[in-house]
């Protein structure tokens, strides 16, 4: 049997957020604190036990909890806020509870009344669920090869996942595995089970402190109780492929709101005018100028449409149908196109407009780009573009599945 990684893992004692308007305060506040060691964090790779306590425990991993499970239940709007805030502080932080809100929406879809209550709770308390979904080795990223199957009264899953972002420091994994009639079943298996072997073996360019490593399912036992059939979120329509394309383009949105950040504190004390410009500063370059002023308004313009496909995932979510959900996937998608390429544009702007100095290693600005770089691979934008002139010029709906 293979040994997980060590990671310490500590009893939750999260605060419960009560309403919108406290989540936002909330979210500044851990932005604030997030942000003083965001650098090193990257050189380093490593992420403080207390740092991911502090985050958790404030009560914004349990926002999305429906208010008769006690939570917030705030809205796809506001939550896109909470991520891109915390994301524009450090973006690697900002993407490992990603996958635990859609995890909530995958319990609050298919889960049984007693299951709900029994995992919101958890949420609440502030347990830290982290994704085992994706699989390194098929031919696209729905070839899953992990198998689960009935075991006495429970089930037993083998398997291999990839980009298991946030297992390192999961109190539970959900693992999604194809059962006898190759449909999709999520199984919710506590830290600690034999079986559950987490590897700690993420080495990107960027998003270095997502631990979006390797996780091995060796028959692994779960109960029917931790078991959600998760392929029926897509047999009929439902807001889960476009809440988790919103909650990605949330993440792209913060990052670049840290490199402009950036951009504009370096521009303003450390870079040079060029020669031409006949001015004393860089700030008033007036090519700088322009130049920051046209990654302002594509930024805000950015997350205009992100707070829009916000409130029309908010529209669709009383009764989802096939239209409502097709407008939300479009809304989501023209948002996640601007969230991508800004983010892009404005982490590589941040050298042009600093000059030499700013790729010097002490600022680590390059992180932006590398982050940038990496995220906006969730998921390609060209399809973005085709899903959306598709719409338009045939009237075709956005396919349903979790990358739309």
């Known amino acids: 049997m293979s040994e997980s990684a060590v990671y310490p893992i500590n009893p939750p004692a999260a605060h419960r ?28 790779r ?18 999305t909890v429906p208010r008769e499970f006690g939570g917030a239940q705030v809205s796809s709007a506001v939550l896109a806020q909470v991520i891109a805030i915390i994301s524009a502080a450090d973006p690697s932080l900002g993407q490992i509870p990603q996958n635990h809100y859609c995890l909530l929406e ?55 996942k990839g980009y298991c972002t946030g297992s390192l420091y999961a109190h539970w994994l959900a693992v999604l595995a194809l059962d006898e009639e190759q449909k999709g079943q999520l199984a919710f298996v506590q830290r600690g089970t034999q079986g559950l072997v987490i590897v700690d073996d993420w080495d990107s360019i960027g998003q270095r402190t997502t631990s979006s490593g390797t996780v091995l399912a060796e028959d692994l036992h779960v109960s029917a109780f931790n078991l959600f059939p998760t392929y029926r979120s897509y047999e009929s329509p439902t807001l889960a492929g476009p809440f988790a394309q919103l909650t990605t383009a949330a993440i792209d949105a913060g990052i670049a709101r840290a490199a402009l950040r950036d951009t504009i504190a370096f521009v303003r ?23 920051v002023g046209g990654l302002d308004i594509r930024l805000e313009a950015a997350e205009a449409l992100l707070e829009r496909a916000g409130r029309a995932l908010d529209a669709a979510r009383p009764a989802p149908d096939e239209d409502n959900v097709a407008l939300a996937s479009l809304a989501v998608a023209r948002a996640k196109v601007l969230t991508t390429e800004i983010a892009i544009e404005a982490s590589n702007k941040l050298f042009e407009l600093g000059g030499t100095r700013s790729t010097l290693k002490k600022h680590n600005f390059d992180r932006h780009w590398r982050n940038a770089r990496v995220h906006t691979l969730h998921d390609p934008v060209r399809w973005k573009y085709h899903v959306v002139g598709n719409w338009l010029l045939n009237g075709v709906k956005p396919p349903r599945h979790d990358w739309s």
Do not use: M
Not at 46 to 52: F, H, T
């Open 17 to 44: 957020i009560a309403s919108e308007a406290e989540a936002l305060r909330v979210a500044e506040h851990v932005a604030t604190i997030l942000l003083e060691q965001d650098a090193e964090r990257d050189r380093t």
């Open 46 to 63: 490593q992420v403080p036990a207390d740092i991911v306590d502090l985050f958790s425990n404030s009560g914004l991993w349990g926002i």
């Open 106 to 160: 995958d319990i609050r879809l298919q889960g049984t009344p007693e299951q709900q209550a029994h995992f919101f709770e958890l949420a609440l308390q502030g347990h830290r669920f982290a994704n085992a979904l994706s699989e390194t080795g098929g031919k696209n990223v729905q070839d899953i090869q992990a198998t689960i199957r009935r075991y006495g009264d429970g089930h037993v899953i083998n398997g291999r």
């Open 269 to 291: 004390q450390f870079a040079r005018p060029w020669i031409d410009a006949g001015v004393e500063r860089a700030s008033e370059d007036p090519l700088t100028i322009i130049q």
